[in-house]
């Protein structure tokens, strides 16, 4: 299965689905940014970075959402982001937004460039966690911010090749963290989305079924989702923000 029907085109059908609702300000957001438990699990983020000097990058931002929700903190972002179609959207949905086109193992960026470094929603996409933490550790300067949410299994690691994630226990995450000289400082449990956001969400994605049912694309993107979906709601995944200071 490509990637492009699980993540890049329904990205783009999200992006068309607020435009037909109207969606604007909060409500935009919320339909744009569709990670597990937001906006909730991005606040630890958010206050993480406030105090930081220095540009912080956010790996993986797909359409930018939720790093310029978290940018309105008061902070500057730089949204990477490696699908070519999702740097066009993002760039068109927040001009105010630094967005870069590059892959979280190869960041354009010098060594001790950066302030921080977040992840909403990556680490479960990715196979090769160590590289992209390796590059995390090469480009935020000694004692500064790092921080992710995403979700995470409960008990062993769970691969599911269909989606394309990898599902890992907290402690084999906080493990690698450790390996690359990553501190935790904080972890913090959140419950499923917020309602207020939920049921923005709810509807983008009747909107989308109603343009896409059907189609193989959109089957996959949506078994993709159902897979998740399951597991969070027999408890067999967590939603967890995890904020961390890289050592010195």
Known sequence: MADTDVFDRPAAWRVHAVERLGLCGDERTAGLATGAGYPASLEPIRDLIAGLRGAVCDLGSGLGAATAWVEAGGHRMLAVEPEPRAVALARDLFPELTVV?????ALPFAAGSCAGATMLGVVS???????VLAEVRRVVEPGGR???????SVSERTDIPATGNHLRPLDELVAALG?????IDAVTWTSEREARWADVA???????AARHAGTPAYEAWRSDGDVIGRMLASGGLRIVTVVATRAT
């Not at 390996?179 to 501190?183: A, F, K, L, P, R």
Request: without cysteine.
């Open 202 to 208: 709810a509807a983008v994605d009747a909107e989308i």
């Open 125 to 131: 996409l990715l196979a090769d966690l160590s590289a």
């Open 146 to 152: 790092i921080g992710l949410t995403d979700v995470v």
């Open 179 to 183: 390996e690359h000289g990553i501190v």
């Open 101 to 105: 086109g590059a892959a979280a193992d």
